[in-house]
């Protein structure tokens, strides 16, 4: 078994909520991941468009090689999976979505931002300590969470016409994010570590090509968001991690289902301490 996780994440304390067994199974052991197409793609539009903010704020964006930067990356995306997985069958991918598509598609989704970037009058907000806010590290901790909260925002864009900060996360998905829970805690840290309460929240959704519904985050408060996370780190802490997600019929989200004993994993005994025979590797 690892190590227990000394922090906790907005991505981890949603797993967490969804099924504890998968939260242990992912943080407190080796059990191997299943491996999917669409995050590399993911990655790889998130990769592709920080070069050309990076280069915008710069201002030699006119410089930006579309096609270059996307094959670099997603290139690399690959390379880093077939090291985990070299059976790509075994990558998970959408039917409609494979290699060749994903080389298509996700050119289409670093375009897309960029039209989006250059129509829009919003600029890349700077921090106080003069750094753009472009994959910003706002890690901290809030009140009534004993532990930090890691979180790196996609972006912060400052709104000349009407003096509003915006916080935007890129989404490769066809759904934006169910729960504003994202932005809420992205708020909470923003405001703890730089003393700015950004007004809003919201996607930029990749396929649309736009913003996704704004969330408010005018009444967000640092102590009720570090209330959610202290109560996520005390379920961390209780040692208890039910297999909790086949009754929620969530289980197709879940990328340790191979080390899982309810769902009947072939690596259970490995990983998983409810399996009758457990027994770990070391
Ligand atoms: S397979 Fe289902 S029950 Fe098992 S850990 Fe994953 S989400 Fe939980």
């Known amino acids: 078994m690892n190590d227990p996780p000394k922090h906790i994440s907005h991505s981890a304390r949603e797993i967490l909520e969804r099924c504890a067994k998968s939260y242990f199974l992912k943080y407190f052991t080796e059990a191997p991941r299943l491996q999917s197409l669409w995050l590399a793609g993911g990655s790889a539009v998130h990769e592709a468009t ?3 903010d990076l280069q915008s704020v710069a201002g030699i964006q006119d410089g930006f090689d579309l096609e270059a930067a996307w094959r670099v990356h997603f290139e690399l995306q690959l390379e880093q999976l077939r090291e985990k997985e070299p059976n790509e069958n075994a990558w998970r991918r959408s039917q409609s979505e494979d290699i060749e598509t994903w080389r298509r598609i996700g050119l289409q989704f670093v375009q897309e931002y960029i039209d989006w970037r250059e129509r829009s009058p919003w600029e890349i907000w700077t921090t106080p300590d003069g750094e753009p806010a472009i994959e910003l590290d706002i890690s901290g901790r809030l009140p009534g969470c004993s532990v930090e909260i890691k979180a790196y925002l996609d972006r912060v864009f400052y709104d000349p016409v009407f003096k509003k900060h915006w916080i935007v996360d ?36 990749n396929r649309q090509g736009g913003l996704s519904r704004p969330v408010d985050l005018g009444d967000v408060t640092p102590k ?17 991690f039910p297999a909790e997600g086949i009754a929620k019929n969530d289980c197709f989200l879940c990328d340790v289902q191979s080390s899982c004993h309810a769902k009947g994993g072939p690596y259970a005994q490995l990983h998983d301490p409810d399996h009758p025979g457990y027994q770990p590797p070391f």
Do not use: N
């Open 50 to 52: 920080e070069v050309y």
């Open 170 to 205: 890129l989404k490769t998905s066809k759904r934006p994010p169910k729960t504003p829970d994202q932005f809420r805690t992205y708020g909470a840290l923003m405001e703890v570590k730089y003393g700015i309460r950004p007004e809003h929240g919201a996607a930029f959704m």
């Open 224 to 240: 009720e968001i570090g209330a959610v996370y202290g109560e996520a780190w005390k379920k961390v802490t209780s040692g208890y």
